[in-house]
């Protein structure tokens, strides 16, 4: 048994021997991750990934999907939860389903197209054929087995659970645990935002998507209003060499909503959930921001008063303002970024791949969903400026954190002049790092549970 006092010598703390379940005396893991600060065994060590697999990923509520990426019957998308293989599918009954890529029979994929539209999905092993609903409809030589071999009892399987918020499709592979609504808990306003950003609440998850891997672990994915200054600053410094010139610009969009003294915020969520929280900086440039918005982009005069009037005046001006884009990551896989839905799929311990999905949204004009496109793909496309800045930091950070040697990182920023609000979230200013201390309060939790 180990000590968890800050007291402790930074390199005696042991990891977690073999893939098991942690229990909550298990201090071998617990005291990895203290107030401030973890190990970076964490991010390094293949067995805490196991467990983390076994744990996290093959436990909590995992997003899978938008039911607007299936729109029409036999429409189908293949995904996974941590190491399972799923399939995102709606049936010719018109039901949204998540179902086990794996034949009942003997174990083989049954699909293993990366997307499309089917009536059947046939194992090429040994021709087992499952309708789009998942149900078994054709055993190849029935007759070689006995009377008490029933078709029906092997269907495709539905992952254990499976719940959908607004469109967002979530699933877990544990039979037992916490409805999505409790889990989601205060994050569940953050998919509003989006949502509602349309002014008939829907969005559509149809524009495609960018994948991407990076040489590092899926921890580091985080949300982070510390570091745009620097990993960023070559982009922050066109963008104010193009202020110069255009001052509308410079305050509509600039303004340093990362700014130390900015209205901008940090929160954590609970359940692991975080957001860098732009509300109070989006609306202080509201006015000017709109003056640039109806000048430039046709139809946003319509979607203004269309917004004012669905939501009110105060919360159509609230979404106008955050335009789709809360900032949030809701635990422990997906992100709701900007114009898009960013999801984290850990491939190892030092390897993972992020996968971001374009958001357009229903009922407005073509050229507002054409512009929200247009910013995506300077940002986060592959020939952008901002995601290739994170993906090498991110595997400079890997690297760095094979060095044994005073092997604690510190997530300390702000920890003293954070505050509880009444609805229980923690905030800070928007470089403190409460998301990071929440994502790893999280983290210990579920890797403390008992099984």
Not at 19 to 29: F, N, S
Not at 199 to 217: Q, R
Not at 247 to 266: E, I, K, Q, R, Y
Request: charged share 25%.
């Amino acid at each position: 048994m180990i000590e968890t006092a800050r007291s402790q010598s930074p390199d005696s703390v042991p990891i977690a021997r073999g893939p098991r379940r942690v229990k909550a005396a298990d201090h071998e893991i617990l005291a990895l991750v203290q107030d401030g600060r973890v190990h970076s065994s964490i991010f390094t060590s293949q067995e805490i990934f196991e467990l983390e697999m076994q744990n996290i990923f093959h436990r909590t509520w995992l997003y899978v999907g938008h039911e607007s990426e299936v729109p029409d019957p036999g429409d189908f998308k293949l995904r996974a939860i941590g190491r399972q293989p799923v399939i995102l599918v709606r049936g010719h009954d018109r039901v949204v389903r998540v179902l086990m890529n794996r034949c009942r029979h003997r174990g083989s994929v049954v699909c293993e197209e990366a997307e499309g539209q089917t009536r059947f999905f046939r194992c090429w092993y040994h021709g087992w054929v499952y309708d789009n609903t998942g149900k078994n409809v054709q055993v190849s030589g029935a007759d070689g087995y006995d009377e008490a071999f029933r078709k029906e009892d092997h269907d495709l399987s539905p992952v254990p659970r499976m719940e959908s918020y607004r469109g967002f499709v979530f699933a877990s592979t544990a039979r037992e645990g916490s409805s999505l609504r409790e889990h989601l808990g205060r994050s569940a306003p953050m998919i509003d935002i989006m949502v509602d950003a349309s002014p008939v609440g829907e969005i559509l998850v149809d524009a495609g998507c960018y994948k991407t891997e990076f040489k590092g672990n899926w921890k580091l994915v985080g949300m982070d209003g510390y570091h745009p200054h620097f990993t960023h600053a070559s982009i922050i410094d066109a963008h104010e060499k193009k202020a110069k010139t255009e001052s509308d610009w410079a305050v509509t969009h600039l303004g340093d909503p990362f700014g130390d003294n900015s209205d901008s915020l940090t929160r954590d969520l609970g359940n692991g959930h975080a957001m860098l929280d732009f509300t109070g900086h989006r609306l202080q440039h509201l006015e000017p921001y709109l003056a640039i918005f109806r000048k430039k982009t046709p139809g946003a005069a319509e979607y203004v008063e269309r917004m004012r009037s669905r939501y009110g005046r105060e919360r159509g001006d609230l979404l106008i303002a955050l335009a789709g884009d809360p900032h949030a990551g809701i635990y422990p896989n997906l992100q709701i970024i900007n114009n898009q839905l960013r999801v984290i799929n850990p491939l190892a311990v030092d390897r993972a791949e992020i996968v971001m999905y374009a958001v357009r949204l229903k009922g407005v004009s073509e050229a507002i969903n054409t512009a929200r496109l247009r910013a995506h793909e300077q940002f986060f496309g592959p020939a952008g400026h901002g995601s290739p800045d994170d993906n090498e930091v991110f595997e400079r950070v890997q690297r760095g954190m094979m060095a044994q040697v005073d092997p604690w990182i510190d997530i300390s920023r702000g920890i003293r002049r954070q505050r509880l609000e009444a609805d229980g979230s923690i905030v800070g200013r928007i470089t403190d790092e409460v998301p990071q201390r929440a994502q790893m309060r999280q983290w210990r939790a579920l890797m403390s549970e008992a099984a």
